[in-house]
């Protein structure tokens, strides 16, 4: 038996690695590496080969492929027509009927070349329930965490870089306001 | 034994998810001690619901990998029924009223 199906899993981990690291921190300080990392293990997922797969992973890469073919085109075509929507009376009619015509290809090969009423619901609906319990868990354990006692230790100060770069933010914000 | 199978694929999925989320987005000031505990406590309990509901000859990495990509296909399968509710709030988005 050979190791291939490694790459199969840890091309999802990295995907979930990077989304995670993507989504982290405040917005002008988020990982640069996150989605690069997202795409790399979607990449690896992709192109990985059957062979080592044991049957149920087989079936999900398949599914995972045949996803990808109608979820790319609607992931595109959704951010197309959120950018074309009217926002604030200003209407982008253009962009709105490409994004609107990505969209409809997407449904197009998603009803042609893909199965949706092909699956086990139940199948579905327990999987949910399962992410639903791991979720109240999780919210537990928060709850938990949020309960302990602060520790006593001092929050060191600003580094010298730290204090330049809030300074520059205030400045900046100030510089805009006119002030 | 499929139902079991599923539940605890969708119970260590879950549980890994959030074990690799608090790695890749952890901060100095994340408590993560219970987060971790929790998930580790959920992840054993699936693998044993793992190997109950598999084949005796499997092996534990063979029945967690079995009734992991199990789940991911169930989820996988849920993602057109998301996407239709996507499409309707894409909808709502363009043809609002100004």
């Known amino acids: 038996m050979t190791e291939w199906w490694l790459q199969w899993w840890i091309g999802l981990f ?6 995670s690291m993507g989504r982290m921190g405040p917005a002008f300080n988020r990982a640069k590496i ?3 990392l997202a795409l790399f293990g979607l990449g690896l997922v992709f192109f990985s080969s059957d062979e080592g797969l044991i049957q149920n ?3 999900a890469s398949e599914t995972m492929r045949q996803t990808l073919y109608w979820a790319v ?6 951010f197309i027509v959120a950018r074309g929507s009217p926002i604030y009376n200003v209407t982008r009619p253009p962009t709105l009927a490409i994004g609107w015509a990505v969209l409809l290809l997407s449904w197009y090969i998603l009803l042609t070349h893909y199965d949706p009423f092909g699956h086990d619901l139940i ?6 329930a399962g992410l639903i319990i791991v979720f109240i868990v999780h919210m537990f354990a928060i709850r938990l965490v949020e309960t302990l006692p602060r520790s006593d230790e001092t929050i060191p100060p600003l580094s010298e870089t730290e204090k330049t770069y809030v300074a520059s933010v205030l400045n900046r914000h100030l510089e805009n306001k006119g002030d | 034994m499929e139902f079991l199978l599923t539940l ?3 119970l260590m999925l879950g549980s890994l998810l959030v ?4 790695k890749a987005a952890y901060h100095p000031y994340h408590k993560t001690t219970p ?3 929790s998930s580790l406590l959920i992840l054993g309990f699936g693998l044993y619901l793992s190997m109950i509901a598999s084949s005796e000859s499997d092996t534990a990495l063979t029945a967690m990998r079995q009734a992991t990509s199990l789940a991911v296909n169930a989820l996988l399968a849920t993602l057109p029924a998301f996407f239709a509710l996507v499409t309707l709030m894409m909808l709502r988005i363009s043809f609002r009223p100004q």
Not at chain 1, 14 to 19: I, T, Y
């Open chain 1, 73 to 78: 085109p609607g992931l595109i075509g959704c």
């Open chain 1, 57 to 59: 992973e087989q079936i």
């Open chain 1, 34 to 36: 996150g989605y690069p």
């Open chain 2, 19 to 22: 074990l690799i989320n608090i």
């Open chain 1, 14 to 19: 990295l995907m979930v690695s990077g989304f």
């Open chain 1, 123 to 128: 199948s579905s609906i327990i999987t949910i």
């Open chain 2, 8 to 10: 605890s694929g969708s």
């Open chain 2, 35 to 37: 987060l971790v505990a």
